[in-house]
């Protein structure tokens, strides 16, 4: 005899009723769940491609053009990034788009370098100063009233000008290759130094050769790359045309000789890493020979909360390192 069937009891079948009903709106809402995620996907990362743009544009400071490149939202926090000698903010072309998600990278070009004027020599003054000056100018122009710096090789003396002038307006300082030490200083300054102390046309020529030629400029690039496969050559064939341009030579020279107001003035800085004590993020490449890795602990002394990090290459780091690099700036900026 079979086993009679069990009796459901009316609250059994509610429960088994609504179970069903349960397990049937899930099966027809899936198919919509899951066009919905495919919806959003496409969108989210178009607002992320978005984000990277890059826009080039011009702003005119105490009449001089300015142009500079612009990525990320207007209201996010601002990294301003200064560049090195012989470049321009190109050399912030793959760094930009990293970090455009999270902020609002601005990188401009000094006079005399990349897009912006080149006005004469006798019309203007070219000095760290006068660029200091300028890019104070630059940022009230464009109501950055806080910002990180990123700063770079010539980008170090006029951003901690700027820095120093103006601390509450700095959240942060990220310095690659930027040198603000005399432990930085070696050798490849001995031709500059001689022509500090002499200004005399065979010094000049000496430095036209040594420090502004097509070989000198690659040279500054690959110097200390371990793989130098990853070092674009049309960085440094950019830098390179953008010196042959007539009178920029003269220009160069005239900063090449200006810079030595900038080791006088390193006390002063240093006094203002000591009192204001900026969040630091140091990043050098460890082979530069035109400032030395040397240079890079001693913001320690000064600020003993600076994070130091050497990479294993050369003066333009972003060349071969760049994915390190934005990694580590945005571990590093994330809170602040």
């Known amino acids: 005899m079979s086993a009679p069937s069990p009796v459901l009891r009316p609250a059994s079948r509610l429960r088994r009723a609504a179970a069903s009903v349960l397990v049937i709106a899930i099966a027809l809402a899936l198919p919509g769940l899951a066009s919905a995620q495919q919806a959003e996907t496409p969108a989210l990362a178009a607002q992320l491609d978005q984000a990277s743009v890059v826009h080039y544009r011009k702003a005119v400071v105490d009449g001089v053009e300015i142009a500079y490149r612009e990525a990320g939202p207007s209201d996010a926090p601002v990294l301003l990034l200064l560049h090195g000698f012989p470049s321009s903010s190109h050399m912030y072309r793959d760094l930009m788009p990293r970090l455009a998600d999270r902020y609002r990278v601005i990188a401009p070009d000094y006079p005399g370098f990349g897009q912006s004027a080149a006005p004469p020599l006798d019309?203007?003054?070219y000095s760290f100063d006068h660029y200091a000056a300028l890019m104070d100018g630059f940022t009230r122009q464009l109501g950055l009233k806080r910002y990180a710096l990123y700063l770079m090789d010539y980008g170090a003396p006029v951003g901690f000008r700027l820095a120093s002038?103006?601390?509450e307006r700095v959240s942060a300082l990220v310095v690659q290759n930027g040198n603000a030490y005399e432990e930085g200083?070696?050798?490849f300054w001995d031709p500059i130094k001689a022509y500090w102390k002499d200004n005399s046309a065979a010094n000049r020529e000496l430095l036209l050769k040594a420090g502004l030629s097509a070989e000198a400029t690659r040279w500054q690039y690959l110097d200390g790359v371990r793989d130098p496969s990853l070092v674009s050559p049309d960085a440094y064939a950019l830098d390179q045309a953008y010196l042959e341009r007539p009178g920029n030579k003269d220009i160069q020279l005239a900063l090449f000789f200006d810079y030595q107001h900038n080791l006088s003035k390193y006390p002063q800085w240093h006094a203002y890493f000591r009192k204001?004590?900026?969040p630091t993020l140091v990043i050098w490449g460890k082979n530069d020979q035109i400032f030395l890795a040397a240079g890079a602990e001693p913001y320690r002394r000064d600020n003993p909360d600076a994070q130091v990090h050497l990479l294993?290459?050369?003066?333009?780091?972003l060349e071969t390192h760049g994915p390190q690099i934005a990694g580590l700036i945005r571990d590093f900026?994330?809170?602040r």
């Not at 294993?312 to 780091?317: I, L, N, R, Y």
Request: glycine share 10%.
């Open 123 to 125: 019309k203007f003054e």
């Open 165 to 167: 002038a103006h601390p």
């Open 185 to 187: 200083i070696g050798k």
């Open 276 to 278: 204001h004590r900026p």
């Open 312 to 317: 294993d290459t050369g003066h333009f780091a």
């Open 333 to 335: 900026l994330k809170d």
